[in-house]
């Protein structure tokens, strides 16, 4: 409940029209952000949209959704 109640407050309160650096470890948290960069053992290693970075089958971000998506059984 917490978490949606922050999800909610960063994407349609006082905090929506502004530049938001999340540091995030669940994918949810950055889902529906604008752009997203990626980091590996401390560097960058993509930088795009969510949508972008899903539909690329080498995305690090494509992977780790579809990790998750087995681990959960989505």
Request: hydrophobic share 40%; proline share 3%.
């Amino acid at each position: 409940a917490t978490d949606a109640a922050i999800q909610h407050e960063l994407s349609y309160g006082a905090f929506a029209e502004t530049t938001q650096l999340v540091v995030a470890h669940r994918l949810n948290t950055v889902a529906n952000s604008n752009y997203i960069l990626v980091m590996s053992e401390g560097k960058a290693v993509e930088f795009d949209s969510p949508q972008a970075l899903s539909h690329d089958p080498k995305s690090l971000y494509s992977k780790l959704l579809l990790a998750s998506a087995d681990s959960t059984g989505s």
